[in-house]
């Protein structure tokens, strides 16, 4: 039975600022990681990581903030890993990325052995006055728990902080020519490994987005390739802040629309609705690789100062 | 101060070194986390690599490093063609679960049919059904320049879904009362991947493997395509100028590692696993990218790195059900290994120098 009008539109924009904000979270990190001239695939391995570091800590100490730094810890500490490896061991950045992304689903499926089955405590959500009470823009805006809007300020700062100030400029620098970087006294290794702990850190807390509200429990391989879906993200985006935030809505969008549709009973079948979003990303790969290539110049390039 | 000072040309020694410190440092790493999981680092390390081999029971078990051995093997041939020439295929899992599709599915569209000819059959259309998954991201990639990473292994979750659909849908056994899977083909002699020789596990695939590492050599040792994959790795621009076509080179690598993969898969579904079900899929792979980087990206190499891998994953099944070794510290400990693998992979192009810092 098909009833698309069980299909409530203020629900679905609520929902999909929801199901946007994992994704919008990697997507910025890894930004800040690409613009730096690292390209680390190792996305999907620091999402699960913080995923079930996050879970393993709100559900200890029973608070969910504690559990988002966690995450944002966990996340930092195995992306240093990847830094030593393609900073200091010179290795290579795809290899890297996804033995770093092999060792996290392996590593958060033995950290979360004891924690199946179990509910997370609750994040509280926004509840402003007026606002949050407000037809159709209240439940839309102003009633979503606090990650949603660390997301949205995180856009305008990684916007802010990479076309506005000095740091930014560096680390753009840094990203496109590292040669030119290096000659101008930059420490081009200490930027790249300080965004490539920022890229880390923001991938846990999309990780532990997923665990602790957007389902929120804890399966093994939970992330089920949002951080794949970042990284393309970030490609669709042309590397810019302010499309990456486009481009995680527009996925948020068709994910819950999606799901939407499976439980409305659409006449399609669930398989084929469940492999939409993979297959509406490889459309948008597409459609935007016919465009100017603007990655960093420096891209997924070995730096080694030679003297 | 350490310093590393670029080599002029790799060091041999490092480059055949590297996987055994590699695999010395990962014991040593894993018997560290094995103990932190209360068990004796030891008595599981042993489990791991003594057991299967030497043990009490290594009559069954040795069969079984050429079962696991040979999709590896398989699979990481095809990736490392493409990984010598920087077209990096992530999607094997893929292309190894639709080859399993269409092989099975052609299998099953003769039963109950028997002839000889159903089983070459099978393979050709296993390595088609690959070969097709392949070419998607390899055709997007020469047509439109999109990055065949995100697009091979975007593909992976769509061949998941699409298993899911075929195994409860038009493959299921329709005998066999409503339970997911297809038709099992060790009841359908003329599409079973059988046992060659009783006893030993040789079975089509560990064939196709062989004979793939064979090929591999031959083509990247004696033949000028080999040369050209090897250069445009290494210097693509002077590859550009020798005359080297990037298409030709992508469409060759993935569709090849494409294919090889689905034949694996092929072989894997009508043998071990027996039947098309939701989850026959172990991750072969993704495995295998470990498999040809800890073989680095040598025919040979990869032949001795497959073998090791299935070791891990026999030796891990036992440490499971003797010390209640949990199963993702398995899957850590090899990914543990390409980590050390890397990570020491510096010294074959780097020498490491002590030097006082110098006063500019």
């Known amino acids: 039975m098909m009833d698309l009008g069980s299909i409530s539109p203020t629900l679905l924009l609520a929902s999909l600022m929801v199901a946007a904000t994992p994704i919008l979270l990697a997507a910025l990190g890894e930004l800040v990681v690409e613009r730096a001239g690292v390209l680390n695939l190792g996305v999907e391995g620091m999402m699960i990581t913080g995923a079930i570091c996050g879970f393993a ?205 499976q439980a409305a009973g659409v006449a399609l079948p669930v398989e084929y609705l469940s492999m939409s979003p993979y297959i509406i990303t490889i459309l948008v790969l597409v459609i935007m690789s016919a465009e100017r290539n603007r990655a960093p110049a420096s891209l997924g390039r070995t730096f080694h100062a030679s003297n | 101060m350490v310093r590393l000072e670029k080599r002029p040309q790799p060091s041999k020694l490092w480059t055949y070194l590297t996987p055994l410190v590699a695999v010395i440092c990962t014991m040593v790493a894993g018997g560290a986390l094995f103990s932190l999981l209360g068990k004796n680092p030891v008595e599981a390390i042993a489990t791991i690599f003594w057991e299967p081999l030497f043990g009490e029971f290594a009559f069954y078990y040795r069969p079984q490093l050429l079962i696991k051995g040979a999709p590896l093997v ?72 999109t990055n065949e990473i995100l697009v091979s292994l975007m593909l992976v979750y769509v061949a998941e879904q699409l298993l899911a659909k075929m195994a409860l849908g038009l493959l299921r056994n329709p005998d066999g009362h409503g339970f997911p899977g297809s038709r099992n083909f060790q009841q359908y002699p003329s599409g079973h991947n059988a046992e060659l020789i009783t006893g030993t596990g040789m079975h089509w695939g560990v064939v196709a493997a062989l004979i793939a590492v064979i090929f591999a050599y031959v083509l990247l040792n004696r033949h000028i395509l080999g040369y050209h994959i090897r250069l445009a790795g290494q210097a693509p621009r002077a590859a550009r100028f020798a ?76 440490a499971q059900s003797n010390l209640g070794l949990p199963a993702a510290a398995i899957q850590m400990f090899q990914g543990m290994l390409l980590f050390f693998l890397l990570a020491i992979d510096v010294l074959t192009n780097f020498r490491v120098r002590l030097s006082r810092r110098e006063v500019v």
């Not at chain 2, 991750?283 to 470990?290: C, L, R």
Request: charged share 10%.
């Open chain 2, 243 to 318: 005359g080297v076509s990037p298409t030709r080179l992508v469409l060759f690598c993935l569709g090849t590692s494409g294919a090889l993969a689905g034949l694996a898969g092929m072989f894997e579904v009508s043998g071990p696993a027996g039947q098309v079900s939701i989850d026959f899929n172990v991750g072969y792979g993704f495995t295998a990218i470990i498999v040809a980087f800890l073989g680095r990206l040598h025919p040979v190499g990869i032949l001795l790195a497959g073998l090791l891998m299935a070791l891990t994953y026999i030796g891990g099944e036992i």
């Open chain 1, 57 to 261: 800590i709100a559900v200890n100490t029973g608070s969910p903030t504690l559990g988002f730094i966690a995450a944002a810890l966990g996340g930092a500490a195995l992306s240093l890993l990847f830094a030593i490896l393609t900073q200091v061991a010179l290795a290579n950045h795809v290899a890297s990325g996804l033995a770093l992304t092999l060792f996290g689903l392996g590593l958060s499926a033995l950290l979360g052995q004891g924690y199946v089955g179990i509910k997370p405590p609750a994040t509280d959500k926004l509840d402003i006055p007026v606002l949050s009470d407000l037809p159709v823009v209240g439940p839309v805006l102003f009633a979503h728990d606090p990650m949603v809007y660390v997301g949205l300020a995180l856009t305008l700062a990684v916007w802010f902080v990479l076309n506005r100030t000095r740091a930014g400029l560096i680390l753009r620098a840094v990203g496109e020519n590292h040669d030119a970087a290096h000659a101008l006294g930059y420490k081009v290794v200490r930027v790249r490994v300080m965004a490539i702990l920022f890229g880390g850190a923001c991938a846990g807390l999309g990780g532990a987005y997923i665990s602790l509200i957007r389902v929120p429990q804890w399966t093994e391989g939970m992330t089920a390739g949002v951080g794949w879906i970042a990284l393309a993200l970030v490609v669709f985006a042309s590397w810019r802040a302010g499309r990456v935030m486009l481009g995680a809505y527009l996925f948020g969008g068709v994910t819950v629309l999606q799901l939407n549709l």
């Open chain 2, 74 to 145: 398989l699979i990481a041939i095809g990736l490392s063609l493409g990984f010598r020439a920087g077209i990096w295929n992530i999607g094997a899992e893929g292309q190894f679960i639709i080859g399993a599709l269409t092989g099975a599915g052609v299998g099953l569209a003769f039963y109950p049919a028997e002839g000889w000819y159903i089983f070459p059959l099978m393979m050709i259309a296993g390595a088609f059904g690959g070969w097709v998954w392949a070419m998607i991201p390899a055709i997007l990639r020469t047509r439109f320049g």
